[in-house]
RNA sequence: GGUUCUGUGGCCGAGUGGCUAGGCACCGGUCUGCAAAACCGAUUACAGCGGUUCGAAUCCGCUCGGAACCUCCA
């Protein structure tokens, strides 16, 4: 392992060295989506950022556990109302199971997030499937006397909590605050506390996911899932707890509560938040209607897109920003990172041609160096890009025969390039071929032979009509000195 | 209203006290039959005002702008 890895703690709002509880394991779990539409742009940014992360530590030899759980309970009722979409409302009027709808989509999310090449967790656990389990902790909060029963629901008591807790930690809220800015809610009556969360709600009859309890026919709470899942797979504390900026208040901050009274400690020692991607300047959500679905920006069918972009441009996108940053979609910046991928991607596809010297001219173990610097910085995954933008130059200025690298340094920079580029940014060449297809290869070369004979005998409308006909096949010819190149686009 | 953030060049986006971030675009050059690519060079910044400091994009204060959360949205 190299140097030390520090995290940002929302917890603590800074900074921390990364030791976990009990190295070399480390227990991550993120919230994971709600399986009820398809994934958009905003999906991807935890989607890709703890990716990172679960790459990264894989990479420094952690054993991780990676579970990210998938929310198909409880809000299937409200949705006919705003945003509905067609497949939804399709849904709906065809009388399906409402786990027809959630498998639907999960279908649809693993899809997405397959093309992103997001690695699937360790563990993916289900809310429907841990009804018992929540249930437990239902039990276990009401007998430590912090749960009370109003109507067949349970609620949690906030202000018993904060009397022995404090409640606001993670989000930096006071409960008294939160008791003169509580907006009206339904079953708001039923609490004794606004600020009270529901730990199991009674179902009302046009509920359509119910399961017998104690208390009465109903459902979980929405904080729950979270915390029996959690604790089932990972513990009562466990290292990383992840998930978007907009689950730190009220989700997470009520984890904490759970955790305190039902198993009697903080669930996670680092809290990680990953920012908004915005359009603009506004978040990009379901509910405010203005996302953008993954499947629309692989085949460009949003009227706001001026042309399809690739998962790996998309990936490469959201890696350009700090996880802790907004990024702004738009079309020119989409645009500018599928340009500079590309250049990328074409640097690590020329490696393997360089020729070694006796001397190198550039110092790839500084770049090493750097290239962990920058990761183990809060996973600093565009100074990280930079950096290896330093290494595309050189690799560049190598094959011009302007910079120089030894056989050891070009091997490292290989490395550097696998390790980095392909296992831990987790971007790959999305060409379909150069040279792979024997049949195709032999094509090409004659091709290329013919246009070689054009050019010799100055033939140049043979020769731009070969390499503008092949271009309209999106093959691309570039002459070198070496001869003419060609790769699919 | 409260909590937490944020304001960087044509665009995106790093950077927390002194050292060229990087990508894309634009301009000039090298190479080339032309093109593409690549390389070299140039240009364009730190919202405003005040303070701390030898020195501030970076710390502090104020002003203005923006965002997220305070409703089951990543």
Not at 65 to 89: C, P, W
Not at 174 to 194: F, H, I, S
Not at 389 to 412: H, M, Q, Y
Request: with cysteine; hydrophobic share 35%.
């Amino acid at each position: 392992m190299n140097q030390q890895l520090f995290v940002y703690n929302t917890l603590s709002r800074k900074k921390e060295l990364f030791e976990p509880i009990k190295s070399p394991f480390v227990g991550m779990y993120v919230c994971g989506p709600t399986v009820y539409g398809d994934p958009h742009l905003g999906h991807a940014r935890p989607g890709i950022t703890f990716d990172l992360i679960f790459r990264y530590l894989t990479h420094l030899g952690y054993k991780v556990r990676y579970v990210r759980n998938i929310t198909d309970v409880g809000h299937l009722e409200n949705d006919a109302d705003e945003g509905e979409d067609k497949i939804a409302k399709k849904a709906r009027l065809e009388h399906l199971e409402p786990m027809e709808v959630a498998q639907y989509y999960l279908d649809r999310y693993h899809f997405a997030m397959d093309k992103l090449n997001v690695r699937r967790p360790s563990i993916e656990p289900r809310a429907s499937g841990h009804i018992i389990e929540q249930m437990e902790i239902v039990q276990k909060i009401i007998d430590a006397g912090y749960g009370y029963e109003s109507n067949g629901s349970i609620y949690f008591d906030m202000v018993k909590y904060n009397q022995k807790y404090h409640y606001g930690k993670l989000s930096g809220r006071v409960l008294d605050d939160l008791l003169a800015t509580t907006r009206e809610l339904d079953g708001q009556d039923e609490k004794r506390n606004p600020a009270d969360f529901a730990l199991w709600k009674k179902a009302s009859p046009e509920h359509i996911m119910r399961w017998n309890s104690p208390w009465s026919i109903g459902f979980p709470g929405w904080h729950l899932e979270c915390t029996a899942m959690s604790t089932k797979y990972l513990g009562e504390t466990f290292d990383i707890h992840g998930g978007g900026m907009d689950l730190l208040f009220p989700h997470h901050e009520s984890e904490i509560c759970q955790s305190n009274i039902a198993n009697g400690q903080e669930p996670a020692k680092y809290w990680i938040h990953n920012n908004m991607i915005t359009i603009n300047g506004q978040k990009m959500g379901k509910s405010l209607g203005n996302f953008i679905t993954l499947n629309e920006f692989f085949d460009g069918s949003h009227a706001s897109l001026t042309q399809p972009y690739s998962p790996m441009t998309i990936r490469f996108f959201i890696l350009q920003a700090h996880y802790r940053s907004t990024v702004d979609f738009s079309n020119e910046a989409l645009q500018a990172a599928e340009k500079g991928l590309k250049k990328l991607l074409a640097a690590q596809n020329l490696l393997p041609k360089l020729k070694p010297a006796a001397q190198s001219s550039e110092d790839i173990k500084g770049l090493e160096q750097k290239l962990y610097e920058a990761l183990n910085d809060d996973f600093n995954s565009p100074i990280a890009i930079a950096h290896l933008f330093d290494a595309v130059r050189i690799i560049n200025s190598v094959k011009d025969g302007k910079a120089s690298l030894t056989a050891e340094d070009l091997e490292l920079l290989k490395k550097l390039f696998n390790d980095f580029v392909n296992e831990i940014l987790g971007l790959q060449s999305e060409e379909v071929a150069s040279g792979s297809d024997e049949m195709l290869n032999g094509v090409m070369q004659m091709l290329i032979e013919l246009r070689q004979q054009a050019k010799v005998n100055k033939d140049w409308a043979t020769a731009d009509k070969i390499r503008n006909e092949l271009g309209a096949l999106n093959i691309v010819l570039k002459d070198t000195k070496d001869g003419a190149e060609w790769s699919v686009e």
